[in-house]
């Protein structure tokens, strides 16, 4: 079977570059743990980006950033970060479980943060630190990282572009390994929520972007394996109904007890479809506007930053334009209700959720 022909941006007349600011801004991080250490601190070095301080209570956090990324400014209280007069925006990488308290002195000393996702654990809590910053002007932004990565970003630019028509199917799963492989996470491993909050806040928010439509109501189950390490329900399926003409599937474990997992996705549309990994290096597309037979449009070429960098650009483009972030506090809030729903559906055995808000 031969490969598909391959297509270009340039092709496609579509978008292939992200946001980012036309200065340095001093990056301050509130809480210095595996994601903050692995993700966004290399992303934003690579970027050329300044972390001018670091918080957090752990010695050993704060010995990190000195020795592997040279950062002189670290302190045990986020207060002392946040007043630092070297500290331009706040990143907050901190559990969820503190945000409300951070996001308060953020907005009061008027410095921008973004925060990791989720947002919060609950809607109350969200909908407070959004009027929280809304009430003092500063902007909050959040990290749904995934609609920087490169499969996500592209596929976002050519639905909107209408080359698959109108969309009647958005659909993602994953198979997974991290049951073994994240057994003795401190927090994971541990937590009720695994994969309707802490993972599925990447995905029911990817439905809404891909889509640009907010589901109206929501259905979920989660399941188990026999013997499952973590305490959460390690397998989760969801059903998004976004209104007439379009319905969202998501399909989700981590219980993979082999070495091959795989991530398929794809996009259908009354002109065509889009097939793709989530983490993958290439779209393939069939277009009714395009005619013949698929296309497929690699991503390596196009050097896109890691999309830890994406979300973090995004967010300074709009504090240095004075413009909304793509993903502000309060456009977020529509994920967290999907995501919210979402549990309390699985919670109730698998009920239809219908959203409001």
């Known amino acids: 079977m031969h490969e598909p022909a391959a297509v270009t941006p340039s092709e496609l007349r579509i978008e292939d570059r992200f946001a980012m600011p036309s200065r340095t801004y001093g990056i301050g991080i509130v809480g210095f743990g595996g994601i ?75 410095k921008p943060l973004i925060t990791e996702k989720p947002i919060a654990t609950t809607m109350a809590e969200a909908e407070r630190m959004v009027a929280i910053a809304e009430q003092a002007g500063i902007t909050l932004a959040v990290h749904q990282n995934y609609r920087w990565m490169a499969t996500n970003y592209m596929v976002r630019r050519i639905v909107e572009a209408g080359w698959i028509g109108k969309p009647f199917l958005v659909s993602i799963e994953i198979y997974g390994t991290q049951d073994r492989h994240l057994a003795g996470h401190p927090y994971y491993a541990g937590c009720t929520d695994f994969l309707p909050i802490q993972w599925n806040n990447h995905l029911a928010d990817l439905l809404r972007y891909w889509t640009a439509r907010d589901p109206v109501r929501v259905w979920a189950r989660t399941a188990r394996m026999e013997g499952q390490n973590f305490v959460s329900d390690n397998l989760f399926c969801s059903i998004h109904d976004f209104g007439p003409g379009l319905t969202g599937h998501i399909l989700h474990h981590e219980l993979l007890q082999c070495d091959m997992p795989s991530q398929p996705c794809r996009v259908d549309g009354d002109e065509g479809s889009l097939v793709f990994d989530l983490w993958g290096d290439r779209i393939n597309l069939q277009s009714s506007r395009l005619g013949g037979p698929p296309r497929r449009l690699l991503l390596a070429p196009l050097g896109l930053p890691h999309s830890m960098a994406g979300s973090m650009g995004d967010f300074l483009a709009a504090v240095e334009s004075g413009t909304k972030p793509t993903v502000s506090g309060r456009a977020n809030l529509a994920s967290m209700r999907a995501i919210l729903a979402e549990l309390e559906s699985a919670r109730r055995g698998g009920v239809w959720m219908t959203l409001s808000g």
């Open 36 to 110: 903050a250490r692995h993700a966004h601190a290399p992303a934003y070095r690579d970027m050329g980006w300044r972390i001018v301080a670091v918080a957090d209570p752990d010695p050993s956090a704060r010995d990190l950033a000195r020795s592997e990324f040279g950062v002189e400014r670290c302190y045990e209280r986020y207060e002392d970060l946040i007043a630092d007069p070297n500290v331009d925006v706040v990143d907050l990488m901190t559990q969820p479980t503190v945000r409300e308290e951070v996001v308060a002195a953020a907005a009061s000393a008027g």
